[in-house]
C-alpha cells in the first residue's frame, strides 16, 4: 500500500473520530431519505405519462428523467449541505466522494439509457454497458484516490511528432472517447429523426427513407470531424486521408461506392420505395427495406434477397406498383368444340368474383381468345390491388370456381388428342409362323 494512500485512510479514519464527520454523515443520510421519498412520488406520475407520451422525444426526455430522477436529487441535496457546512466552516472530505460517486451514478445511469436507445440490444452492447460502467468507477476511484492527475501527465508524455502535429497515448484516448460519444449521439439524433419520420403522414416513404439516411450519414460525418478538431487534430491534415481514399475506390471500392450512390438515386428519383412490388431477373417480391448498399427484397416463401442498389439502376426492374399498385390477372381455359361458347363465357365470367381479392373496378372481363386443336381457348381476366400478396391463390380459386361450374353445366375441358392414319404394313416375316 503507497504513502499517499494510507495516509488518506489514516486522515479519513481520525477525521470519523470528530463532530465533523457526523455532520457529513447527516448530509448524506438526509440527502439519500429526500431522494429516495422523491422518487417514490415522482415515479408514479413519470410512470404515467411515459405509457401515454408514444415513442417521440417527450416519451425519451421522461424515460431519461426515471433514470436520473434518485441521484439527481440526491446530488442537490448533497451540494445545498456542503454549501452550508461550508458556510460554517466545516470540513466536507466526505461530502466530496459522496458528489463524485453520485455524479458518477448518474453518468453511467444516462450513458448506459442512450446506448440502449441508439444501438439494437445484443450481447455486445451489454458487454460495453459493463465496460463503460467500469471504466467510469475506475476514473472516480483514481480520481478521489488522488492519482488520476499523475496517470494523466504519464500518458501525454507518451507521444509521437508527426511533422507539426504531436499525438499521445493521451490525445488517442480522448480521440476515442469523444468518437464514441459523438457516434452515439449522431446515431441516437438519426434514430430519433427516423421515427419521427415514420409516424408522419405528409411525407412519401422514399422521401422518408432519403432523409433518414442523409441524416444519418450528416450525423456522423459531423461527428466525426467535430472529435478531430475536439482533440486538436487539425483538419488540413486528412487531404494525405482523402487522397488515399480517393486511391481506394479507385481500386477496390468503387462497387461500394456504386452502391451507396446508387442507393441516394434510388430514394430521391422515387422509381422504387418500400411496399413496391417487382421483378428484377427472376426475382419477385416486395420491397421491405432500403438500405445504403442494398435493397431487400421479400417473396411469397418469406425469404429476403439482397439486391445491391446498382444492380436496379443498370438493370431492367419490371415495378408491378410503381403508378397504381392495381395489377390484371389472366386465367386461361378451354372448352371442346361441341359446348356452346356463350354459355361458357357467362359461366366464367360469374366465377371471376371467386377469389375475394378480385376488385370490382376494373370490373373482370371474359373473351374468346383462339380456336385451337383441341378446343376453344377462352380466357377470364381479373384485376387485384395487393400484388404483394400473389397471384396463385387468385387463379386456384377462380380455377376451381369454374371447374365446379362447367361440370354442373354439362361442358367439358378437352384433352389433347391426336389421330393416328396408318398407311401400310411392313410384310410378315414367315419364320415367325414356324
Known sequence: MSEDLRARLEALLAQAMTSTFWWQFAVILLAMGVAYLINRRVQTLLEARSSSSGTGLKHLAIRSAQRLLFPVSMLVVLVCGRAILDLYQVPVPVLSIAVSIVV?????????????????????????????????????????????????????????????????VLSVIKLLL?????????IWVSEAIN????????????MQVGISKFSRFLLITLAFLMALNAVGIDLSSLAIFGGALGVGLGFGLQR?????????????????????VITIGDKFGWVHELNARYVVVRNREGVDTLIPNENLITSEVINWSYMDRNVRVTIPVQISYE??????????????????????????????MAFADS????????????????????RSDINLAIWRAFKAAGITIPY???????????????????
Not at 110 to 137: D, G, H, I, Q
Request: proline share 6%; aromatic share 6%; net charge neutral.
Open 256 to 276: 461500394i461506392a456504386s452502391n451507396f450512390i446508387s442507393g441516394f438515386i434510388l430514394v430521391f428519383d422515387r422509381s422504387i420505395k418500400p411496399g413496391d
Open 339 to 368: 359446348d356452346d361458347p356463350e354459355k361458357a363465357l357467362e359461366l366464367i365470367l360469374d366465377c371471376a368474383y371467386a377469389s375475394p381479392r378480385v376488385l370490382h373496378d376494373p370490373a373482370p372481363a371474359a373473351r374468346l
Open 195 to 206: 421515427r419521427y419520420l415514420h409516424r408522419s403522414t405528409h411525407i412519401s416513404p422514399s
Open 375 to 394: 378446343g376453344i381457348n377462352l380466357e377470364v381476366r381479373v384485376w387485384i390491388g395487393d400484388p404483394e400478396n400473389g397471384f396463385a391463390n387468385v
Open 178 to 186: 469523444i468518437v464514441g460519444i459523438a457516434f452515439t449521439l449522431a
Open 104 to 168: 458518477a451514478l448518474a453518468i453511467v445511469r444516462l450513458c448506459v439509457y442512450v446506448l440502449r436507445k441508439a444501438f439494437t440490444v445484443n450481447p455486445v452492447l451489454k458487454s460495453s454497458e459493463n465496460a463503460l460502467a467500469m471504466v467510469v468507477w475506475c476514473v472516480v476511484i483514481l480520481n478521489l484516490l488522488g492519482w488520476l492527475p499523475g496517470i494523466l501527465n504519464v500518458l501525454d508524455s507518451m507521444a509521437l511528432e508527426l511533422g507539426e502535429t504531436r499525438v499521445s
Open 416 to 434: 389433347p388428342q391426336r389421330d393416328l392414319h396408318i398407311k401400310s404394313m411392313p410384310a410378315r416375316d414367315s419364320r415367325l409362323d414356324q
